[in-house]
């Protein structure tokens, strides 16, 4: 089944402890992101890549880093969360950065206290 | 201006009756425009799309208008079900872009 997935799907952790969230695709698509999704604010953009080795940041990428090291794969880390990045995040692909369908992993509701 | 503003923040409507969810947008660049579905717990799955050389777009229940002129486009949901009740996002994208900017989101209740 072409899907992307996320873990793990529910994660609380204390102010300042190095988390990592995976991402994967089996669909074999270049373009990958990362949002977080509040409420009132809708889903924004945090990091996007458009190929292996390649990744840009997007509209509030600050306290997070990517990488990607693997076409499927695509971790968000956050080297020392803060209560600020309580949200819920989604990781997203599609076929490539021209692709404009974006196919959304199940969320991973992060909070930090 | 790359913000995409979205109305209302919440839908009440009655089985049968017909869902209107608009959005705004101020980049002239964007040239698609996405509807996303999210049901509680799962990811927003793309449910409509559009780009501007057309004014209107129509799936089944759901029809996308489109006008360029006055940069907004709106979703239509006739014959509205209780298993639409979810949040809708609208969107922006621009080619040679690598963005896509969302609205804030619509919950969406249908009363049986």
């Known amino acids: 089944e072409a899907q992307v997935t996320q873990n793990p799907r529910y994660l609380i952790t204390v102010t300042g402890k190095k988390l990592t969230v995976t991402c994967s695709q089996n669909m074999n698509h270049e373009y990958m992101s990362w949002y977080r999704q509040d409420p009132g604010l809708g889903l924004r953009q945090i990091y996007y890549s458009m190929n292996v080795e390649v990744t840009d940041k997007g509209d509030v990428p600050e306290g997070y880093k990517v990488s990607r090291k693997e076409k499927r794969n695509f971790p968000l880390i956050l080297e020392s969360p803060s209560p600020n990045q309580t949200s819920l995040y989604f990781c997203?692909?599609?076929?490539?950065?021209?692709?404009?369908?974006?196919?959304f992993g199940p969320g991973t509701r992060l909070t930090v206290t | 201006q790359q913000q995409v503003k979205q109305s209302p923040q919440s839908l009440i409507v009655q089985k049968g009756g017909i869902s209107i969810i608009n959005c705004a947008y101020e980049?002239?660049?964007?040239?698609?425009f996405p509807w996303y579905q999210q049901f509680p717990g799962k990811g927003p799955a793309l449910l409509i799309a559009?780009?501007?050389?057309?004014s209107e777009k129509k799936e089944g229940r759901f029809t996308i208008s489109f006008n360029k002129s006055a940069k907004q486009f709106s979703l239509h949901i006739m014959d509205s079900q209780p298993g639409d009740s979810a949040t809708y996002f609208c969107?922006?994208?621009?080619?040679?872009?690598?963005?896509?900017?969302f609205g804030a989101g619509t919950r969406l209740f249908v009363k049986a």
């Open positions: 997203a692909s599609s076929l490539t950065s021209h692709s404009y369908e974006q196919y």
């Open positions: 980049n002239t660049a964007f040239d698609y």
């Open positions: 559009i780009r501007p050389d057309v």
């Open positions: 969107a922006a994208s621009m080619t040679g872009g690598f963005k896509t900017i």
